[in-house]
């Protein structure tokens, strides 16, 4: 018995957890590593004596643990041991809590809180999907496309998805209004929904986290920052279908966990040294935002397999200001199914997705040390009422490859989501950088290259209108190999 003793310590050593601290685990609280019972009871039991002692590590030890919701308490870690599964429950009904619908993991309201751990905390996803069918878009969003009501038509099978959702849980994992958190070096994966979701938190640290979704399944964003400021995330490597990392400035008010009235700016947020695959936005700041989005850097980040790399959209009252994007690597392409984004490396939009607000505005934003490969081209979307300001492009390449979906999917602009229909998906030439109502755009050493694209709607190198100082500097240009009455500027 000692010597077991002494290597669970020893575990515990290895990832950070004090010696010294208490530790639970969840098999003396009569929990079932047979990855059929449903053990919520049981490890709920565990963490509510750990927090009536003051703190320590609930232990998730080796073995497939099936669970429905379990909450986290100030200055409790939850460890998960390498070889252990937390897996979430199949069935809906065991979500429940007090009437309300909850995800596999939520902490509410506490400080010092953190999930560790070599396992794996497994959403159970699948069980949740209609495995064999994808979402079929609605004709009245295709209306004006290139394609028509064929635009990202699949014929038969699923596609590209996204698959049907059946009735499933609430976001996987969320941190709501809570303080000094931290999630270290665990896999998540296969999450039914968001997947690991920090609503109006303020000290997180994200880091070495694996977050291996399936593509297929829609709104599995796989980490969110609502409302969050000081938050650093590093060294991760995150594979979803719908954003691999959204931080927004949300203020919604719902009686929800993750769901209260915010009315603070979002940040002081850094991403650094990570990995992103998304059918939808890699990298996603914005949306339908009350709140400012401000102060964010992003560097050393490898982008692959993506339809859309970074996205910056305001749609809403919150403004975006302050970021730096640099030594990144995007690779984008397009997709079949009801995805955002159609193969832009870069994307900036600001245009009106909510009735009476003042709309937020886009500015000072830098991109250095940038490499695009895409299917479509970079596009910065700006309106009369809020135009984009101060974005400079340095030592930056831009080279649009050809697609084998472009009869499909190409040649379209995608703004969702906007209140006018006409402006949602539709038909636009395809210039390799796109711009139109900005001010103080800058473009330093950029270089815009064309692999054997033969459709007409591929143009211009650099097409710009509605436009108020746009200095070009040492770049290097090309127009499309096919489009000879297009001008290169």
Known sequence: MQT?????????????????ARVYNIRDFGAVADGKTVNTVAIQRANDNCRNSGGGVVLIPAGTFVSGPIQLFSNIELLIE?????????????????????????????????????????GNGDAFMELDRSKVFDTAATKYTRQGIHFREVLSGPGDGPLVPKDGPFQMIIFSNCKEVTVREVLISNSPFWTLHLADCDGAIITGVRIWNNLMIPNNDGLDLTSCSNVQVSDCDIRTGDDAIAITGYAYNFDLPGYKNITHSSENITVTNCYFVSRSSAIRVGGWDQNDMLNYTFSNIIISNSNRGIDLCVRDQGSIRNMIFSNIIIHTRLFTGDWGGNGEPIHISAIRGKENVKLGKIGNIRFNDVICNGESGVLMYGTDESGIEDVTFHNCSIHINDSELNSTCGGNFDLRPVIDHRSSIFAHDVPAFYACDVGNIK?????????????????????????????????????APHSAKSAVI
């Open 443 to 479: 473009l330093y050493d950029v270089n815009i290259s064309w692999g054997d694209v033969k459709e007409l709607y591929f143009t211009n190198a650099v097409d710009i209108t509605h436009f108020d100082s746009v200095p070009l500097d040492g770049c290097t240009l090309d127009r």
């Open 4 to 20: 077991l003793k002494t290597a669970f310590f020893f575990v515990l050593a290895s990832w950070g957890a004090s010696v010294s």
């Open 82 to 122: 390498t070889g252990a599964t937390l897996k979430g429950s199949g069935n809906v009904s065991d979500y429940f809590i007090a009437g309300k619908k909850l995800g596999l993991i939520y902490t509410e309201n506490s400080t010092n809180v953190s999930i560790t751990g070599g396992g794996n905390i497994d």
